[in-house]
C-alpha cells in the first residue's frame, strides 16, 4: 500500500495487526520505522549456510531505481524504471513459455535465503530449519532484476547453487556486487498470503540492493527447468508496508 499513488496513507490505518514486529517489504530509501521490537541482526550471508533461492514477478521493495507502480495485489509491486527504455530486442520475445509467467521487460525480485541451521539448500522456506533448530537466525539477500532477451545481460544460472560450498557454508556461486551498497534492516517473511491485516510472525534480516541489474531471460529459462529448489515460477507479491509501526527503523 503506497501512499504515493493515491491509496490510503499508513498513518489512517486503523486496522493493522498489532503486537508483530517489523514487517517487510518496505521502501528502502526511507528510514522511518517506529515498531519497538528488536532483535539482533543475523550473522552475514557468509557465515550462514544458504538454504533456498527463489524470485517474485515484480519487486516487493521500492526504491529509487525501482519505483515504478506495478498497481496492488499479489501481482502488483514495483518495476524498475529502465523498463519503458528497454530496445526491440531486448524484448524479443523467447519461444516457449519462460518460468510459466514471465516474460521479457518484466521485473522480479530474487531472495536468496540464508539460515543458521545447519541445513542444505531445498525447496521451500522449510529447507532453512529442521527439528534440532527451530528457531534459526535467518538473513535474505535481495536484488531486483530486469527481465531482458540479451546474451550479454548476468546468467541466473551462474547466480544459483550447484552445490557451491565455500569454508564449510553452502553458498550461492554469486550474487551481484555492483548495484548499490545493500540497505540493511529488521524485517520478516514476505509473500502474498501476508498483508498489514495479516503479519508475519518470523524474525528476518534483510540485505536490499538499491539498484536493478539485466539478466537473460533464457538463462533463466533454463533454471526453471531444473535447480536444487524446485522453483519453476514467479512467486507472487506483498503489498508494501508502509505503516510505520509496521517498520524498524533503518540506521
Known amino acids: 500500500m503506497s501512499i504515493a ?24 530509501d526511507s528510514v522511518l520505522g517506529e515498531n519497538a521490537r528488536s532483535f539482533s541482526k543475523a550473522p552475514q550471508s557468509s557465515e550462514m549456510n544458504l538454504c533456498n533461492i527463489h524470485f517474485h514477478k515484480n519487486a516487493e521493495h521500492k526504491a529509487k531505481d525501482f519505483s515504478v507502480f506495478a498497481g496492488p495485489g499479489e501481482h502488483g509491486g514495483y518495476q524498475c524504471n529502465a523498463t519503458s527504455s528497454l530496445t526491440a530486442a531486448e524484448l ?35 529447507s532453512c530449519l529442521n527439528d534440532k533448530c527451530a528457531n534459526p537466525d535467518l538473513r535474505v539477500e535481495t536484488q531486483v532484476f530486469l527481465v531482458v532477451n540479451d546474451p550479454n545481460a548476468l546468467d541466473f544460472n551462474e547466480l544459483g547453487y550447484d552445490g557451491n560450498v565455500v569454508n564449510g557454508y553452502h553458498q550461492p556461486k554469486h550474487i551481484p556486487d555492483n548495484t548499490g551498497k545493500p540497505v540493511e534492516f529488521l524485517g520478516s517473511t514476505t509473500g502474498p498470503k501476508y498483508t498489514s491485516q495479516q503479519c508475519s510472525p518470523l524474525q528476518v534480516t534483510w540485505s536490499v540492493r538499491p539498484s536493478c541489474a539485466k539478466v537473460d531471460i533464457n538463462s533463466l529459462a533454463k533454471w526453471c527447468e531444473s535447480n536444487e529448489f524446485e522453483e519453476d515460477h514467479a512467486h507472487g507479491v506483498r503489498e508494501l508496508v508502509t505503516d510505520p509501526k509496521l517498520l524498524s527503523p533503518i540506521k
Open 5 to 28: 499513488f493515491g491509496m490510503t496513507s499508513s498513518y489512517a490505518i486503523a486496522d493493522s495487526c498489532e503486537g508483530f514486529g517489523p514487517q517487510t517489504p518496505r521502501d528502502i
Open 92 to 126: 524479443k520475445a523467447p519461444e516457449g513459455k519462460v518460468c510459466k509467467n514471465v516474460k521479457p521487460g518484466d521485473t522480479i525480485e530474487v531472495h536468496w535465503v540464508h539460515s543458521s541451521c545447519d541445513v542444505k539448500p531445498g525447496k521451500g522456506l522449510g
